[in-house]
Protein backbone atom coordinates (compact mmCIF):
# COMPACT_ATOMS: atom_id res chain seq x y z
CA UNK A 1 0.00 0.00 0.00
CA UNK A 2 1.13 3.52 -0.64
CA UNK A 3 0.32 7.11 -0.78
CA UNK A 4 1.30 10.47 -0.92
CA UNK A 5 2.34 12.17 2.07
CA UNK A 6 -0.30 14.26 3.25
CA UNK A 7 -3.35 11.89 1.98
CA UNK A 8 -5.55 10.18 3.40
CA UNK A 9 -6.53 7.35 1.30
CA UNK A 10 -4.09 4.30 0.58
CA UNK A 11 -3.54 2.69 -2.66
CA UNK A 12 -2.53 -0.42 -3.44
CA UNK A 13 0.94 -0.87 -5.50
CA UNK A 14 0.62 -3.09 -8.40
CA UNK A 15 2.86 -5.21 -10.52
CA UNK A 16 3.60 -4.79 -14.35
CA UNK A 17 0.44 -7.09 -14.94
CA UNK A 18 -1.28 -4.20 -13.32
CA UNK A 19 -2.13 -7.19 -10.32
CA UNK A 20 -1.91 -6.31 -6.89
CA UNK A 21 1.92 -7.73 -5.10
CA UNK A 22 1.38 -11.36 -4.07
CA UNK A 23 3.87 -12.25 -1.51
CA UNK A 24 2.38 -15.55 -0.93
CA UNK A 25 3.43 -16.86 -4.08
CA UNK A 26 7.02 -15.91 -4.14
CA UNK A 27 7.90 -17.30 -0.73
CA UNK A 28 10.77 -18.94 -0.29
CA UNK A 29 11.51 -21.84 1.84
CA UNK A 30 12.79 -19.39 4.27
CA UNK A 31 9.66 -16.74 4.89
CA UNK A 32 11.26 -14.14 2.32
CA UNK A 33 9.08 -13.19 -0.82
CA UNK A 34 10.26 -10.47 -3.35
CA UNK A 35 7.56 -8.35 -5.32
CA UNK A 36 8.54 -5.74 -8.29
CA UNK A 37 6.41 -2.47 -7.80
CA UNK A 38 5.33 -0.87 -11.11
CA UNK A 39 5.64 2.49 -10.99
CA UNK A 40 5.48 3.66 -14.27
CA UNK A 41 2.42 5.80 -13.53
CA UNK A 42 3.11 7.03 -10.57
CA UNK A 43 3.98 11.05 -10.21
CA UNK A 44 7.46 11.63 -8.10
CA UNK A 45 6.87 12.98 -4.78
CA UNK A 46 7.18 11.93 -0.93
CA UNK A 47 5.66 9.29 -0.09
CA UNK A 48 4.72 6.67 2.41
CA UNK A 49 4.70 2.73 2.02
CA UNK A 50 3.42 0.00 4.19
CA UNK A 51 2.94 -4.02 4.02
CA UNK A 52 -0.26 -5.46 5.09
CA UNK A 53 -1.87 -9.02 5.71
CA UNK A 54 -4.44 -10.24 5.38
CA UNK A 55 -6.38 -13.84 6.44
CA UNK A 56 -8.70 -16.23 5.72
CA UNK A 57 -10.56 -18.49 8.27
CA UNK A 58 -12.48 -21.72 7.57
CA UNK A 59 -12.76 -20.10 3.53
CA UNK A 60 -14.51 -17.56 5.58
CA UNK A 61 -13.43 -13.74 5.90
CA UNK A 62 -12.48 -12.24 9.01
CA UNK A 63 -14.43 -9.52 10.82
CA UNK A 64 -12.77 -6.15 10.26
CA UNK A 65 -9.71 -5.43 12.62
CA UNK A 66 -9.03 -9.15 12.94
CA UNK A 67 -8.42 -10.49 9.92
CA UNK A 68 -4.89 -8.93 9.16
CA UNK A 69 -2.13 -6.82 10.03
CA UNK A 70 0.42 -4.25 8.82
CA UNK A 71 3.94 -3.20 9.09
CA UNK A 72 4.75 1.02 10.02
CA UNK A 73 5.03 3.23 7.42
CA UNK A 74 8.20 3.92 5.88
CA UNK A 75 8.70 7.36 3.88
CA UNK A 76 10.91 8.53 1.71
CA UNK A 77 11.27 10.39 -2.12
CA UNK A 78 10.47 9.01 -5.37
CA UNK A 79 12.77 11.30 -7.77
CA UNK A 80 13.16 10.36 -11.41
CA UNK A 81 14.45 13.38 -12.88
CA UNK A 82 17.14 14.79 -12.99
CA UNK A 83 18.43 18.49 -12.31
CA UNK A 84 17.23 21.18 -15.38
CA UNK A 85 18.69 24.87 -15.27
CA UNK A 86 16.37 26.95 -13.49
CA UNK A 87 14.76 29.29 -15.94
CA UNK A 88 18.27 31.35 -17.80
CA UNK A 89 20.36 31.17 -14.78
CA UNK A 90 23.68 30.75 -15.93
CA UNK A 91 26.37 33.97 -15.52
CA UNK A 92 27.39 36.27 -16.97
CA UNK A 93 23.77 36.14 -18.77
CA UNK A 94 24.66 39.34 -20.89
CA UNK A 95 26.96 37.41 -22.87
CA UNK A 96 29.89 39.92 -21.43
CA UNK A 97 31.88 39.23 -18.80
CA UNK A 98 34.14 41.61 -16.81
CA UNK A 99 36.36 40.63 -14.38
CA UNK A 100 34.60 41.49 -11.42
CA UNK A 101 31.66 39.43 -12.96
CA UNK A 102 30.89 35.62 -11.57
CA UNK A 103 30.99 32.88 -14.04
CA UNK A 104 28.05 30.26 -12.72
CA UNK A 105 25.07 27.87 -13.54
CA UNK A 106 22.00 27.40 -11.31
CA UNK A 107 19.54 24.39 -11.39
CA UNK A 108 15.98 23.78 -9.85
CA UNK A 109 16.79 21.81 -7.04
CA UNK A 110 19.76 20.75 -4.93
CA UNK A 111 22.94 19.28 -6.48
CA UNK A 112 25.20 16.36 -5.18
CA UNK A 113 28.12 18.67 -4.51
CA UNK A 114 29.84 15.81 -2.21
CA UNK A 115 33.93 15.44 -3.24
CA UNK A 116 34.89 14.42 -5.49
CA UNK A 117 32.08 16.46 -7.81
CA UNK A 118 31.18 13.79 -10.35
CA UNK A 119 30.13 16.54 -12.86
CA UNK A 120 33.17 17.63 -15.17
CA UNK A 121 33.14 21.02 -16.34
CA UNK A 122 35.65 22.25 -19.84
CA UNK A 123 36.07 25.80 -20.64
CA UNK A 124 37.19 26.80 -24.13
CA UNK A 125 38.77 30.46 -24.14
CA UNK A 126 39.56 30.83 -28.19
CA UNK A 127 41.45 28.26 -29.19
CA UNK A 128 43.00 27.28 -25.49
CA UNK A 129 40.94 24.24 -23.68
CA UNK A 130 41.10 24.11 -20.01
CA UNK A 131 39.33 20.70 -18.24
CA UNK A 132 37.82 20.78 -14.19
CA UNK A 133 41.19 20.06 -12.74
CA UNK A 134 42.50 23.72 -14.19
CA UNK A 135 39.46 25.85 -13.44
CA UNK A 136 38.22 26.97 -9.78
CA UNK A 137 35.45 24.99 -9.10
CA UNK A 138 33.02 25.34 -6.15
CA UNK A 139 29.44 23.72 -5.98
CA UNK A 140 26.99 24.66 -2.85
CA UNK A 141 23.15 23.94 -2.63
CA UNK A 142 22.18 24.38 -6.74
CA UNK A 143 24.28 26.42 -7.95
CA UNK A 144 27.79 25.62 -9.51
CA UNK A 145 30.42 28.03 -9.32
CA UNK A 146 32.86 28.62 -11.23
CA UNK A 147 35.99 30.97 -12.23
CA UNK A 148 38.86 31.62 -15.24
CA UNK A 149 41.88 29.66 -15.08
CA UNK A 150 44.49 31.22 -12.73
CA UNK A 151 47.12 30.43 -15.24
CA UNK A 152 46.07 32.06 -18.14
CA UNK A 153 46.65 36.06 -18.03
CA UNK A 154 43.57 38.46 -17.93
CA UNK A 155 45.18 40.11 -21.42
CA UNK A 156 44.78 36.52 -23.13
CA UNK A 157 41.02 36.34 -21.97
CA UNK A 158 40.02 39.59 -23.64
CA UNK A 159 37.94 39.73 -26.57
CA UNK A 160 38.03 35.78 -26.78
CA UNK A 161 34.99 33.79 -26.85
CA UNK A 162 34.68 31.74 -24.15
CA UNK A 163 32.65 28.34 -24.09
CA UNK A 164 31.57 26.80 -20.56
CA UNK A 165 30.23 22.88 -20.86
CA UNK A 166 28.86 21.65 -17.52
CA UNK A 167 27.96 17.49 -17.98
CA UNK A 168 27.42 15.12 -15.52
CA UNK A 169 25.17 17.35 -12.88
CA UNK A 170 23.29 15.02 -10.65
CA UNK A 171 20.80 16.15 -7.94
CA UNK A 172 20.98 15.27 -4.27
CA UNK A 173 19.11 11.61 -5.20
CA UNK A 174 21.55 10.50 -7.61
CA UNK A 175 19.57 11.85 -11.08
CA UNK A 176 22.03 12.83 -13.89
CA UNK A 177 20.62 15.89 -15.95
CA UNK A 178 19.28 14.85 -19.00
CA UNK A 179 21.66 17.28 -21.49
CA UNK A 180 24.80 19.01 -20.94
CA UNK A 181 24.84 23.21 -19.73
CA UNK A 182 26.27 25.25 -22.18
CA UNK A 183 26.37 28.90 -22.65
CA UNK A 184 29.06 31.08 -24.39
CA UNK A 185 30.01 34.68 -23.55
CA UNK A 186 33.02 37.03 -24.51
CA UNK A 187 35.74 38.47 -22.47
CA UNK A 188 35.22 42.16 -22.09
CA UNK A 189 37.84 44.72 -22.19
CA UNK A 190 38.12 46.76 -19.01
CA UNK A 191 36.63 50.52 -19.72
CA UNK A 192 39.33 52.94 -19.21
CA UNK A 193 37.07 55.23 -17.24
CA UNK A 194 36.55 52.27 -14.60
CA UNK A 195 40.18 51.27 -14.80
CA UNK A 196 41.65 52.47 -11.51
CA UNK A 197 45.34 52.75 -9.67
CA UNK A 198 46.48 54.07 -6.38
CA UNK A 199 49.75 54.70 -5.73
CA UNK A 200 50.82 55.08 -2.08
CA UNK A 201 53.85 55.50 -0.39
CA UNK A 202 55.32 57.36 -2.94
CA UNK A 203 59.14 58.82 -1.43
CA UNK A 204 60.86 61.64 -2.96
CA UNK A 205 64.49 62.60 -3.53
CA UNK A 206 64.27 66.28 -2.58
CA UNK A 207 64.32 67.77 0.87
CA UNK A 208 60.96 68.82 2.34
CA UNK A 209 60.30 72.36 2.70
CA UNK A 210 56.67 74.02 3.91
CA UNK A 211 55.54 74.91 0.47
CA UNK A 212 55.36 70.80 -0.25
CA UNK A 213 52.30 70.89 2.22
CA UNK A 214 50.68 73.76 0.89
CA UNK A 215 48.67 72.68 -1.98
CA UNK A 216 48.26 76.13 -3.11
CA UNK A 217 51.81 76.97 -3.53
CA UNK A 218 53.81 77.06 -6.43
CA UNK A 219 55.89 74.36 -5.77
CA UNK A 220 53.57 72.01 -4.49
CA UNK A 221 51.48 72.80 -8.26
CA UNK A 222 54.61 72.21 -10.11
CA UNK A 223 55.95 68.89 -8.09
CA UNK A 224 52.56 67.06 -8.65
CA UNK A 225 52.31 68.31 -12.43
CA UNK A 226 55.79 67.06 -13.14
CA UNK A 227 54.52 63.43 -11.01
CA UNK A 228 51.27 63.34 -13.29
CA UNK A 229 53.85 64.00 -16.74
CA UNK A 230 55.80 60.75 -15.78
CA UNK A 231 52.63 58.89 -15.17
CA UNK A 232 51.07 59.50 -18.13
CA UNK A 233 54.57 59.24 -19.95
CA UNK A 234 54.77 55.74 -18.25
CA UNK A 235 51.26 54.53 -18.76
CA UNK A 236 50.52 56.00 -22.22
CA UNK A 237 47.01 57.26 -20.95
CA UNK A 238 45.52 60.74 -21.17
CA UNK A 239 46.52 63.43 -18.68
CA UNK A 240 42.27 63.50 -18.03
CA UNK A 241 42.76 59.93 -16.47
CA UNK A 242 45.11 60.66 -14.36
CA UNK A 243 44.34 62.42 -10.94
Not at 146 to 153: A, G, H, Q, R
Not at 167 to 178: C, E, K, P
Request: aromatic letters at 10%; glycine letters at 8%.
Amino acid sequence: MYRRVGDISWKTALTVASSSLDFIESEDDYGYSTQYWDVSTVPDGRYEIEARTECTIASTVAGDGINGAHTASIRGWMDRRGPRLFGREVYPADELHSAEDPISATFDEELDCGLPYTFTVTMKIGWIMFHTNEIPVFCEGRTIHLELPPTLPLTKVFGQRINVTISGVRDARGNVAAINTNWVFLGNRPSPDKAKAVIEGLKLRMPWNDNLGNPTSPTFVNLTTAISTEMINFTKVSRASVG
